[in-house]
């Protein structure tokens, strides 16, 4: 073929050329169907997120709400403070600054890496706080620096401010940054992150009517975090200020008098159940956890063995010690078991189920009837009256008295306590009941545990002769401020049948006044024209064993001190409750600190 | 002047039109992309562009049959530069393919294309039997395997992806049966496979996960393949307008007007913009398979292809990249993309189509 020699014949590569070309367009033309169904289709799904990306919601951090002692002194404030935000967009590139950022807020860098760490999961437009509880004058360095940082955001929040410092510490509680968790579980409330909210105390019982609602400022932003021009803004609104049943005189009394002891002080007026003071010793001041970053405050009190973040008042669980007393009183002449002039000799010493029992008096009382037996906490008598009971009619008339159940005040995590009984050991002991634990039971002794508040409300119910309390800690809060009072107390007070007789109350209380007022074992709790009525109680917290090695070695036992009572005898208006840890006896210890609160009650009362 | 008039008047005036107009566009969306950039890409890309074309016509100037059986020289000269650009590059966003020549800077690894499709041209031209031969099959294979090793150690998987394209071009015009095909692909998933375990780089194989699992890395290289999908999808069909791309103007797209400046116009201008320019590039690429038919002889018919097919290859690459359907490799789109050497290589394989098909005599 000589057209070969010039051309050769190239048709079967030139068709598979063409063909090449042909798949190419058909698969060009299934590209441009994807390209359709990504902006044509899928159009509103890309648009959301492309104005997702382009607008950011700065938060107005809104101020919480006040917490105001009953006659509105401010207990719980807002001030003015400023937080750094880091935005990490591009976040790669924002490392090798670490030193440089961490220098200027003077945090460490371990820190400022585990912040951005705790928070990687959060989508990279919302900027992380990084500092925080910042004053003006703090600010001013960083704002002059702004341009060589513009990854960092200069915002003002509300702080929360505790002026009293320490006062009321375990009512009003403190504050936390919220997690991630409750945030995501509580959509409705619409939480921030960064936010703070209430950690314990009254801060975390009403952290709902307290927190506000966060404002917003919608802003363009491009993709560096930078805000290019707002689009509109809403306000903050502030959450309700809370007025508490607290007297700010007689919860700093209660402190005082508490200072450098580990105890309880509850003072509460048992008409209404109004908490009038409660204070928990050791204490802490709220103000060094509003910062989100202080693990060393954190670690630091929660390694202290003085558990100075507890609230005794509802958590501490102590035996009742002679208290107890006054329940075996009401329940043993109720049933019937004793009248008021059931007399009982003490001599000192008695033997019970074939083990000697001794009185805290070892000379002995004599012959005792009822009241003079709680004037001077007679052992014998109660021994006596414990073992004709027997266990249940005894956990009967604790649990009419609110032993072994909560209180229901108004604050988070109150204890329950115990009132033991021979089905419980069995449950948890898988033992039976031998008959000299309800002689240990007769004096508060055994098993019992129970908080200072549910003593105070027994108190209570006692001195209303048989009316219950509802112990509560708020007054009212600003939305029902023009409504009248919405927590009618002495509706709550009034249901219910009285668990005793009348006669019996009047029994008992004769003993605690003559306690009191009648050289009893509670005579330093006297108030003059007061009649106060009350009861003490010291409680063995060691071992019978232990204490006679103790006393061996010649070294003091020390035993919790109690003292409950309430003034005046009739129509009584404060119940007070003291226990002071390892203060000793509870007539030398407690029963003072108690008088001395009365009688700033009755100074007051009298302005 | 080497070239007569009556060539001149030969040449493909309307592929070259089409080249042109996709580059000049290309120029108006580097704009609306880099404006507040502080370098002037534009210009940048305006001096390349005229650059590029004096490299078109006087790649146009040599007749490519001198130029195929003289590549084997290109061929040592491209490979020793690669080969030193391993050793003296610059590093430039993780690649050592830049090579600092005074004041402008190269890469060997955008020159070496255009190379590889004359030194291909060269050895396919010689096989004349209807289909690939195993012992036809090895030579090209180590011909074309020692630049694509020294590119996937710059490391530059784009550019050795695009090695790969014209490669497979040129075996598919050779003629391959089903049993050769089978035997490509078996080893191709063994060098799949073993490339996974101990080949590719860690950067490497997170841009293969992310491809599937976009979400999982919303900072990473997932952030680039979601921030280009949501800039094509938020164009819808007409797009938000010139320069009025949230996506592109707040700079939530990286490498905005290089590699994905598709998504500049899929966001600005929306489908519509996407369609027509889908269909410029497919009448070019049109236009540039076709001249197949025109090649003079075997060696001209591989040229047009292979050149076609380093464009086509690249073109597809891109827009499947863009959009989340191919792992980002760094593939610019060939004409659109800000930057030099790919430009200047890709006017240069245009202008071997053009010199091929302007030669289709033979006794020229």
């Known amino acids: ?607 | 002047m080497m070239i007569d008039r009556r060539l001149f008047r030969e040449i493909d005036w309307t592929l070259a039109g089409l080249v042109l107009l996709i580059s000049l566009l290309g120029v108006v969306f580097i704009y609306s992309s880099s404006h507040l950039l502080p370098s002037n890409y534009t210009l940048k890309q305006l001096f390349w562009i005229g650059i590029s074309l004096v490299g078109l016509f006087l790649m146009t100037a040599v007749d490519y049959e001198f130029l195929v059986s003289y590549s084997i020289y290109l061929y040592i000269l491209i490979n020793a530069f690669l080969a030193g650009s391993l050793v003296f590059g610059r590093i430039v966003a993780g690649h050592k393919s830049w090579l600092s020549l005074g004041l402008m800077q190269f890469q060997p690894s955008e020159a070496a294309k255009v190379v590889m499709i004359l030194v291909f041209a060269r050895l396919f031209a010689g096989y004349k039997s209807p289909y690939l031969t195993s012992r036809s099959i090895a030579v090209p294979l180590v011909v074309g395997g020692i630049p694509l090793v020294l590119v996937i150690l710059q490391p530059d998987l784009g550019t050795a992806l695009t090695f790969v394209g014209v490669l497979g071009g040129g075996f598919i015009l050779v003629g391959l049966r089903l049993r050769t095909i089978l035997v490509f692909l078996a080893l191709a998933l063994v060098l799949g496979v073993g490339g996974w375990k101990f080949g590719l780089k860690d950067y490497q194989k997170k841009r293969l996960t992310t491809l599937v699992y976009p979400h999982q890395d919303p900072h990473g290289s997932g952030y680039q393949i979601m921030q280009s999908r949501i800039a094509i999808g938020s164009g819808g069909l007409t797009g938000k307008g010139f320069m009025k791309g949230s996506q592109s103007q707040l700079r939530f797209l990286p490498a905005r007007h290089t590699d994905f400046i598709f998504s500049v116009i899929g966001e600005e201008f929306g489908f519509l913009g996407v369609f027509v320019l889908i269909l410029l590039y497919l009448l070019m690429l049109a236009r540039m398979f076709l001249s197949v038919g025109k090649a003079r002889d075997r060696a001209g018919v591989y040229v047009v292809f292979m050149a076609s097919m380093l464009i086509a290859f690249q073109f597809l690459i891109n827009i499947l990249m863009i959009i989340g359907l191919f792992p980002v490799t760094g593939v610019p789109l060939p004409f659109l993309s800000y930057g030099g050497s790919s430009l200047l290589s890709n006017f240069v394989a245009c202008g071997l189509i053009l010199n091929v098909k302007m030669r289709r005599f033979a006794n020229v």
Not at chain 1, 232 to 255: P, V
Not at chain 1, 547 to 568: D, N, Q, R, V, Y
Not at chain 1, 577 to 598: D, I, N, Q, R
Request: proline fraction near 6%.
């Open chain 1, 1 to 607: 073929m000589p057209a070969d020699k010039i051309y050769e014949d190239l048709s079967i590569v030139v068709r598979r050329a063409t063909a090449v070309f042909h798949v190419l367009a058909v698969i060009v033309f299934l590209i441009l169907a994807y390209y359709w169904k990504v902006q044509i289709l899928d159009f509103k799904k890309f648009w959301t997120l492309a104005e997702a990306n382009r607008t950011r919601t700065l938060i107005l951090t809104a101020p919480r709400g006040l917490i105001l002692d009953r006659n509105g002194v401010i207990l719980a404030d807002n001030k003015a403070s400023f937080k750094v935000s880091l935005v990490r967009e591009h976040l790669k590139s924002l490392r090798p600054k670490f030193p440089a950022i961490s220098g200027v807020l003077g945090i460490s860098e371990e820190e400022l890496r585990d912040r951005i760490e705790r928070y990687k999961s959060l989508p990279p437009y919302e900027p992380v706080i990084i500092k925080d509880g910042l004053e003006p004058e703090d600010i001013a360095p960083i704002e002059a620096r702004r341009h060589e940082y513009p990854e960092l955001e200069v915002a003002a929040e509300p702080k929360r401010s505790y002026p009293f410092k320490t006062l009321a510490a375990h009512v009003l509680g403190y504050l936390q940054e919220r997690t991630q968790e409750e945030i995501r579980d509580n959509p409705a409330r619409n939480l921030n992150v960064g936010d703070m909210g209430g950690g314990a105390g009254i801060e975390r019982q009403y952290d709902e009517e307290l927190t506000g609602r966060d404002g917003s400022v919608l802003e363009i932003v491009d993709s560096l975090g930078r805000g290019q021009e707002q689009i509109s803004e809403q306000e903050a609104t502030q959450g309700k200020d809370i007025r508490l049943t607290i007297d700010a005189r007689l919860q700093k009394k209660a402190e005082d008098l508490l200072d450098g002891k580990e105890g309880v002080i509850v003072a509460f007026d048992p008409s209404t159940g109004e908490i009038l003071a409660l204070a928990s010793d050791p204490t802490f001041d709220p103000n060094r956890f509003i910062s989100r970053f202080s693990p060393e405050e954190w670690v630091h009190f929660i390694n202290d063995p003085s558990s100075p973040l507890e609230n005794r008042a509802v958590r501490g669980l102590y035996a009742p010690g002679s208290i107890f007393k006054l329940i075996m009183a009401l329940g043993g002449l109720d049933a019937g078991y004793v009248t008021e002039q059931t007399t009982v000799f003490c001599s000192g010493a008695i033997m019970i189920y074939g083990t000697p029992r001794s009185c805290w008096f070892p000379a002995g009382h004599g012959s005792m009837n009822l009241p003079n037996a709680i004037k001077n906490s007679c052992n014998i008598y109660f021994y006596t009256l414990g073992r004709q009971m027997g266990i249940e009619p005894i956990d009967a008339a604790a649990a009419k008295l609110g032993l072994g159940e909560l209180t229901g005040i108004d604050l988070p995590g109150e204890k329950e306590g115990l009132i033991p009984s021979p089905e419980w050991k069995q449950k948890t002991m898988k033992e039976s009941w031998f008959p000299g634990e309800t002689i240990s039971v007769s004096i508060g002794q055994g098993q019992l545990q129970v908080t200072p508040l549910q003593i105070a409300l027994m108190t209570a119910i006692i001195a209303n002769r048989g009316v219950h309390p509802e112990p509560h800690l708020l007054l009212q809060t600003s939305a029902q401020a023009g409504r009248g009072r919405p927590d009618s107390s002495e509706a709550h007070a009034a249901e219910g049948v009285p668990p005793f007789k009348t006669s019996t109350f009047e029994a008992v209380i004769e003993g605690m006044w003559r306690s009191v007022n009648d050289h009893g074992t509670g005579q330093e709790a006297r108030v003059e024209g007061m009649d106060v009525c009350g009861k003490t109680g010291s409680t063995q917290i060691v071992s019978k064993e232990r204490a006679e090695m103790l006393a061996k070695a010649g070294k003091p036992i020390k035993t919790h001190s109690w003292f409950s009572g309430f003034a005046p005898r009739n129509s009584p208006r404060l119940v007070v409750t003291v226990l002071v840890e390892y203060g000793g006896g509870g007539g030398a210890v407690a029963a003072p600190l108690a008088g001395e609160l009365f009688s700033l009650y009755r100074s007051l009362q009298g302005k």
